[in-house]
Each structure stands twice: as structure tokens, then as C-alpha cells.
């Protein structure tokens, strides 16, 4: 769980990529360049990746981190997988 202090930050980030999102509509609405479209897709992508890199750190300080401290192998084995499962996904999707 995030604390309230990275909840209202990544809300915020969140709030400035809708507004991205919207302008980047408006864009291919007015027809505009192509290549600026793609660059502002990028950016996109790039502060949704920062999101992502937010929630997770998150996730691994708390809980993960909670599982490893835990005596329940059971638990620490299902969180090393959940966390290979990601980074595998991501290598195919990379």
C-alpha cells in the first residue's frame, strides 16, 4: 500500500498524463504533423513509465519487502514470482 504522500504524488502524475493524453487527441483531431503526434506519444509513454516505476518501488519496499521479512517461505517464493513474471513480461514487451 502507498503511503498518502506517493498516493497524491502519483495521482498528480496521473492528472498531468490525462491532460497529455487530451492534448495529444486534440492534435490528430486538428490533423497535425505526424511526427510531432509521435514525439508527444513518447513523452506519454515516458511519464507513464515513471508512474509505473513509482508504483513499482513501491511494491518492492513494502511488499515484497514485508514477504522477505516474513517466515512464510510460501509467501517469499510467490513474491520472487510475481516480481520474475514482471521482468519477464517486460523483456518480451521490450
Same mark, same amino acid.
Given at each position: 500500500?502507498?503511503?498518502?504522500? %506517493?498516493?497524491?504524488?502519483?495521482?498528480?502524475?496521473?492528472?498531468?498524463? %490525462?491532460?497529455?493524453?487530451?492534448?495529444?487527441?486534440?492534435?490528430?483531431?486538428?490533423?497535425?504533423?505526424?511526427?510531432?503526434?509521435?514525439?508527444?506519444?513518447?513523452?506519454?509513454?515516458?511519464?507513464?513509465?515513471?508512474?509505473?516505476?513509482?508504483?513499482?518501488?513501491?511494491?518492492?519496499?513494502?511488499?515484497? #519487502?514485508?514477504?522477505?521479512?516474513?517466515?512464510?517461505?510460501? %509467501?517469499?517464493?510467490?513474491?520472487?514470482? %510475481?516480481?520474475? #513474471?514482471?521482468?519477464?513480461?517486460?523483456?518480451?514487451?521490450?
Amino acid at each position: 500500500m502507498m503511503s498518502p504522500e %506517493e498516493t497524491a504524488k502519483t495521482i498528480a502524475r496521473l492528472k498531468r498524463i %490525462e491532460g497529455q493524453v487530451r492534448g495529444l487527441q486534440k492534435m490528430v483531431e486538428e490533423e497535425r504533423y505526424c511526427l510531432d503526434i509521435v514525439a508527444q506519444t513518447r513523452s506519454v509513454a515516458a511519464a507513464l513509465r515513471g508512474v509505473e516505476n513509482i508504483v513499482l518501488e513501491n511494491h518492492l519496499n513494502t511488499c515484497v #519487502a514485508d514477504a522477505m521479512r516474513s517466515p512464510d517461505e510460501e %509467501e517469499q517464493r510467490k513474491k520472487v514470482a %510475481e516480481v520474475m #513474471a514482471l521482468i519477464s513480461q517486460t523483456r518480451k514487451n521490450g
